[in-house]
């Protein structure tokens, strides 16, 4: 049985390197315009050929706009399937990305809205969503702020390819917290001055232990962790919108939302951020992940709305 167990394990582990050393890697290689030429591609196959998600993406966008004609739906979704596909083949790229590179295709607009709060000493939270390209924001980000970024993640079940990604994400100075050791993270970095992303709109794994608010137009679940952690530390929020300059050029722009957490009402830290990501989105709906799963939790029975359960 474990002659067979390894077995399989080493056949994976063959695999997967075959893919990243043959495949990933010499495609990241690639100069951005062929990358491009391949993006242009890739939005045949999955937008006309495959239709990759193509219904969970029409159906999202239909209720998250539900005043907008057939017709407005499927520009969208052109829209998005083209800058999904970029986002591809940008993503690839972070793999074999320079540092040079890096510092001409991503900046931040008004860094001095973090820096205030590293010069009196405290640590920040940052929220923000799958807006834009969040890749080159995680291999960028800690060249461009005084504060140390770090990023909270969700492992991949692929552990191989979570190496790699984590690597990817490190090389220039983030650090990654896993999901499941953020607690553990902020007590062992009180001496640190640290600025702590968190991804606001992954759908909770548990229904019951989610903030449940108006989000697009429907019923949405969503993390509880920044606000947490937010009034346990006092840790001010910003708010990061990435902007999309043009192909593969982006820039970050920060809002103060929460100089003390620990004074503000409860839910409205949530409620801001929120507010901010659906403003981003409304705006410029393209740019969002809409292959995500989003809303594939309704609201339980007993859990009110702009209400978390207590336990």
């Known amino acids: 049985m474990l002659k067979k167990i390894f077995g399989e394990l080493f056949m994976k582990n063959v695999f997967n390197s075959l893919l990243y050393y043959l495949v990933i890697i010499p495609l990241s290689l690639l100069p951005f315009p062929l990358l491009y030429a391949i993006s242009t591609g890739l939005y045949v196959i999955f937008y006309y050929i495959a239709g990759y998600r193509k219904k969970v993406v029409l159906q999202n966008i239909r209720n998250s706009f539900p005043e907008k004609s057939e017709a407005e739906i499927n520009l969208i979704c052109k829209k998005f399937y083209k800058h999904f596909c970029d986002l591809v083949v940008e993503s690839i790229k ?73 690597l990817t994400r490190k090389r220039y100075g983030l650090q990654l917290v896993s999901s499941r050791a953020v607690k553990r993270f902020f007590e062992s970095s009180l001496d640190q001055l640290t600025a702590t992303i968190f991804a606001i709109d992954q759908s909770p794994s548990n229904p019951k232990s989610a903030y449940w608010m108006k989000f697009l137009n429907q019923e949405t679940g969503v993390l509880y962790g920044i606000e947490k952690f937010a009034k346990d530390y006092n840790y001010p929020v910003l708010y990061g919108t990435i902007n999309k300059v043009k192909r593969g050029h982006y820039n970050l722009f920060l809002v103060d939302v929460s100089p003390n957490p620990a004074a503000s009402p409860y839910g409205e830290i949530i409620e801001k951020t929120q507010a901010l990501l659906e403003q981003d989105i409304m705006q410029h709906p393209e740019f969002w992940l809409w292959t995500h799963k989003r809303w594939k939790h309704k609201r339980p029975a007993d859990m009110q709305m702009n209400n978390l359960l207590k336990r």
């Open 94 to 166: 972070a793999f074999t990305i320079s540092q040079h590179q890096i510092t001409k295709r991503f900046y931040v607009i008004n860094p001095e809205v973090m820096d205030k709060y590293y010069d009196v000493g405290k640590s920040v939270l940052v929220a923000g969503g799958h807006f834009n390209n969040w890749e080159i924001l995680a291999v960028g980000i800690d060249q461009c702020i005084k504060h140390k970024a770090s990023g909270i993640y969700t492992p991949l079940s692929n552990k191989y390819f979570d190496d790699k990604m984590q």
